[in-house]
């Protein structure tokens, strides 16, 4: 059986991001993914915040190669005014994260996993985990190909939450319970100039909202996201989502040249928490530890954050083999449920009220223009934002 530092679950972004972080320090990392890439997948528009992350790694410069058109800003319209409010994200608290990038995820996490066998990962793809062991001095791995140990096991297995479902400790977050119809298209109308690759969210009746997410070239992301309560395109998703993408005129006026160049895909009930996030030589990070929702961009973000962090303890932890139990694992999970927990603020305040109208008001004070717009952008953790201190988010 063949033993490893660390054998992280999952090749995403988050675990990508971690076995990078782990191997370029050193640790014997092993990945196993048990898709090929690429492969479609949603969580296509990256934040501001992400960047330190990428460039810590070293992975930014292929992120900036031209490869990936630049975000400079959120644009949120509101239906029934075609009122708006735009976070430009210059005009942030932290002048050193004024745009992100579009992806499409099938090139980016081939990207971002490929980066990581070069920092020296072993990467196992595809490879299907079919049992795995926690013990308190490490832990197993059976796959269809062959079984490994390691000092420490990292689940970044995305909504799988591979040991969150084994433990029985993940649950479904019932005040956020969406879904999500989604599709490629080509045609779709672009806003001119540094612009161009801005995400624009329509707000759409009964709290549903529609997204749009330009990538390099012709393609473009658009869905819309509903409560699960409200859903009714069950039978044919295609038409769902066409009707929907009608009630917005704006969003019509985008749309109305463009032409439908993917399967439309569906997820529900996607926003869960796990009641735990570690345990002795174990830890969970990204969408395996906790998911909110899809509307300020967060999933990729909370994910390559968490994995950092993760990646950090067990770095920490792994000289002296160190159960996570001894004082490791409780200030990373305090860490990520606070970002969490400002992630979920916003998103709330996004749902319960009319958040364009509120936004416009709001926005008009300098301090809480730069603290929003820094929320947006997903800085969560930076405790200079007297947002944070004062409770707002």
Request: aromatic share 12%; charged share 25%.
């Amino acid at each position: 059986m063949k033993k490893y530092d660390v054998i992280i679950m999952g090749g995403g972004p988050g675990g990508s991001t971690a076995a990078a972080l782990l191997a370029r320090s050193g640790a014997k990392t092993l990945l196993i993914e048990r898709e090929p890439f690429p492969r479609f997948h949603i969580g296509e528009s990256l934040l501001p915040a992400s960047m330190p992350i990428f460039k810590a790694t070293g992975f930014y410069d292929q992120l900036d190669s031209g490869k990936y058109i630049r975000k400079y800003g959120a644009r949120f319209i509101d239906y029934k005014n075609d009122d708006e409010v735009y976070f430009g994200f210059d005009d942030g608290l932290n002048p050193e994260i004024p745009m992100a990038f579009e992806v499409e995820r099938s090139e980016f996490d081939r990207d971002l996993l490929d980066y990581a066998k070069k920092c020296g990962a072993e990467v196992h793809q595809p490879e299907t985990i079919k049992q795995f062991g926690l013990e308190s001095t490490g832990a197993w791995v059976k796959t269809d190909r062959d079984e490994y140990s390691c000092e420490y096991l990292m689940d970044v297995s995305g909504r799988d939450s591979l040991i969150g479902k084994k433990l029985g400790i993940r649950d479904v977050n019932k005040d956020i319970n969406n879904v999500a119809v989604f599709a490629h298209y080509k045609g779709v109308q672009r806003r001119e100039g540094l612009h161009e690759g801005d995400i624009t969210i329509g707000l759409l009746p009964n709290r549903a909202w529609t997204w749009i997410i330009p990538f390099k070239g012709e393609i473009t992301s658009v869905g819309v996201v509903c409560s699960s309560a409200l859903f009714d395109g069950e039978r044919d998703l295609e038409a769902y989502l066409e009707k929907r993408l009608l009630e917005s005129d704006i969003v019509r006026d985008f749309m109305k040249n463009s032409k439908r160049v993917s399967e439309v895909h569906r997820i529900g009930n996607y926003s869960h928490t796990c009641q735990k996030f570690y345990g002795d030589r174990w830890i969970l990070s990204g969408d395996a530890a906790l998911f909110l929702d899809p509307i300020f961009s967060s999933g990729v973000h909370m994910s390559i954050s968490s994995s950092k962090l993760a990646a950090e303890a067990i770095l920490k932890a792994l000289p002296t083999k160190a159960s996570f139990n001894e004082g490791l694992g409780a200030p990373y999970e305090e860490s990520v449920r606070l970002g969490a927990s400002r992630f979920k603020s916003l998103i709330k305040m996004f749902y319960n009220g009319d958040f364009v109208a509120q936004m416009k008001k709001t926005l008009t004070r300098e301090n809480v223009r730069k603290g929003f717009t820094s929320a947006v952008a997903g800085d969560v953790w930076n405790h200079q934002n007297f947002l944070f201190e004062k409770n707002v988010l």
